[in-house]
């Protein structure tokens, strides 16, 4: 006997008929209906039962269904009914209405039981396809998750884990949304560590910020706390954290090596003498060979020893550890000194490259860079075409294009193939293209054809808004920098766009919006809250709730110029001038000095009459970057001084 279709559909049919025929072969319908009578009978009595079959005897289903609905709930006045036709009405109206509560609830919690289930699933499913590295349906899973529930916080840490692999700044905002939705210290330095690797300072200072005081006294935090002083160019505050990390931990290695690292810039001889013996004996580790080479390299370049940080960088190039980033510094340590070797090495690493595509497009950028985009087409027209279809090098060769303005070498690039899921940023380009062919019609096309690819991911569209930023489209840079901002798993950086934006435009309404959505997205920012009562002064918005903002602010963060000045302002808008002269005269010198404090102390003083005083602070705040209206403000306190 032939083994019938597997047709999923019909195979689905077939096996429900057979459910529902091993059901009626099973269930006999006499009993069931004498369990049904039975239970009636207990409710309402013998009489009425009996009374009502009677007169339902004989008839169709369906007449004596209606039969049945028009003594329950028909006109006929209730005591014009037999006794026993108002206890099965007054029964039966009950029996309705606790089928249909009992319905309503069922079909309630039953569909909220299934979107759970279904989200479980679906995080299954994406864990799944992480695990084989399958990072598109990984995406596509937890996105669907986060259309349902935009606070499953496995669906958002799938998205970060996804981000972070593919090497996409948006991971930060997404370790900030895991944090907000579950805090704990753990998510505050994964956080912390990806906004350090996305070279995120203020999103790495935030989320060091979140671990209360009594949580900081760990290795992880101060390691974090010290990688977050490097980048910020504060060896001594480094030193401190590493220090503190090492007695913590003084078995571990990797601790003992950073602090050499960063004693290697010490002022002190001795201590620096200390440290290079030190970062020498980890150098002949194959472990820590190329860290400490480019430590060693680093030093070199600081202490301008060309001939030695040559030498390290030739070393380090070739050594054990070593990745393609090292190389491309040694050629740029070679195009520096004008050697004859340039022109070999370029050579020799467009051979290697070519094993290796992202390491092709990092080249390509490079020259494009350093002024080599002529000399980079000139080595890629040569490649085999499948070589160059490769992404992400189409995107190096098409800025290697726009570079040296070859148009119609970019347009053919463009429209020759997709770019799969780095399409939306083909067309982006062709948007680009037809503006400067100054066809807007067809940009306007291409642009919006671009968002579509894009869709919701938030790594297409930040890529898509540096794109536009980069070319002076500041229109269509501000709204997918809102938009980013705006979603269920807003992304902090680009709040962070659109508030630099606006600040150079001046734009105070602008900043006072982008503040206003980053205290709602996370309202322990004291900073955006500091900002945003600041903003509400000079717009006159909301001012005795910025005066308690401020108050509650400056209590915890007296010592902060920046703040007491906020809070001073606040004061003299309220009528409270002196106070707020107190509170200035609390600040050392050199912070009345700054010249964004010194506008407001100005101010302060030209309206408590001090002429003299005023004038000093006021011809410092010439230096500042002022808000429209906070030139206003200095303006009027110059008049009021007379001062020229």
């Given amino acids: ?39 009636a009978v207990m409710i309402v009595g013998e009489r009425p039962i009996q009374t009502l079959t009677r007169d339902l ?10 039969v049945m609905f028009s003594r329950l709930f028909g006109k006929n006045p209730v005591h014009q009914m037999s006794e026993d036709m108002r206890r099965i009405r007054w029964y039966g109206t009950l029996a309705v209405i606790v089928g249909l509560a009992l319905a309503a609830a069922g079909v309630f919690f039953g569909m909220r039981f299934y979107h759970q289930w279904r989200q479980e699933q679906m995080v299954e499913q994406a864990r799944g396809a992480l695990k084989r590295e399958d990072l598109r349906s990984a995406a596509l899973a937890a996105r669907r998750v986060l259309q349902i529930d935009p606070s499953n916080v496995e669906a958002t840490r799938i998205m970060a884990t996804l981000a972070e692999r593919l090497g996409y700044k948006e991971t930060v905002g997404w370790r900030e949304r895991i944090e907000i939705l579950e805090p704990t210290d753990a998510n505050s330095l994964a956080w912390a560590a990806s906004a350090l690797r996305f070279g995120d300072l203020t999103a790495a200072n ?40 090492l007695r913590m931990r003084p078995d571990d290695e990797n601790l003992k090596f950073n602090l050499a690292c960063i004693r290697l810039q010490s002022s002190k001889p001795d201590l620096a003498s200390r440290a290079l013996a030190t970062v020498e004996q980890f150098r002949v580790q194959p472990r820590y060979t190329a860290p400490a080479l480019r430590a060693l390299f680093a030093d070199a370049v600081r202490r301008g020893n060309k001939d030695r940080a040559l030498r390290l960088a030739r ?9 393609f980033r090292d190389k491309l510094q040694y050629l740029e340590i070679l195009r520096r000194m004008k050697t004859p070797e340039f022109a070999s090495y370029l050579g020799r690493l467009q051979q290697d490259s070519l094993r290796n595509t992202p390491d092709m497009a990092r080249l390509i950028s490079w020259m494009n860079e350093h002024r080599l985009a002529a000399e980079a087409l000139d080595w890629v027209r040569r490649l085999p075409t499948d070589t160059l279809a490769r992404q992400p090098v189409p995107v190096a060769v098409a800025a290697a294009y726009e570079a040296q303005r070859g148009w119609k070498d970019l347009e053919g690039l463009l429209t020759k193939n997709e770019w799969g899921d780095l399409d939306f940023m083909r067309l982006a380009l062709l948007a680009n293209l037809n503006r400067q062919n100054r066809d807007g019609v067809n ?12 869709g919701e991911r938030p790594e297409a569209l930040g890529t898509l808004a540096r794109l536009a930023e980069g070319w002076g489209w500041g229109k269509e840079a501000e709204e997918l920098y809102w938009k980013l901002g ?29 503040l206003a959505r980053t205290l709602e997205a996370d309202p322990s920012d004291l900073v955006a809250r500091n900002n945003l009562a600041l903003l509400s002064l000079l717009l006159e918005r909301n001012t005795d709730k910025a005066l308690a903002w401020v108050s509650e602010i400056y209590e915890e963060n007296s010592s902060n ?11 003299h808008k309220n009528g409270r001038t002196a106070e707020a002269l107190k509170v200035f005269e609390k600040l050392r010198e050199d912070q009345l000095r700054n010249p964004d404090v010194a506008a407001y102390y100005g101010v302060v003083l ?3 009459g001090s002429v003299e005083k005023a004038r000093r602070y006021l011809d410092l705040a010439a230096r500042a970057t002022l808000l429209p209206e906070e030139q206003r403000l200095v303006a009027d306190a110059r008049r009021r001084v007379r001062a020229p």
């Fill in 486 to 514: 705006s979603g269920a798993a807003p992304q902090r950086w680009a709040l962070q766009s659109l508030y630099r934006q606006y600040r150079l435009r001046g734009d105070t309404e602008g900043l006072y919006r982008v």
């Fill in 561 to 571: 110029a920046i703040i007491a000045s906020s809070y001073a302002f606040a004061l």
């Fill in 315 to 323: 070393e380090l190039e070739s050594a054990p550890g070593a990745d």
């Fill in 1 to 39: 006997m032939s083994e019938p279709p597997r047709d999923s559909h019909g195979f689905r049919v077939r096996r429900r008929r057979t459910l529902w025929e091993r059901l009626r072969a099973q269930a006999n319908l006499r009993e069931i209906g004498r369990s049904f009578r039975y239970l």
């Fill in 606 to 608: 030209a309206a408590a």
């Fill in 206 to 245: 935030r989320a060091l910020l979140t671990i209360k005081p009594e949580n900081r006294a760990t290795p992880e935090y101060h390691r974090l706390a010290a990688g977050l002083a490097i980048e910020a160019g504060n060896p001594p505050l480094a030193e401190f954290h590493f220090a503190r990390a």
């Fill in 443 to 454: 940009s306007r096309v291409q642009w919006g054809l671009a968002l579509t690819k894009a």
């Fill in 57 to 66: 005897e004989g008839m169709s289903f369906s007449k004596g269904f209606r």
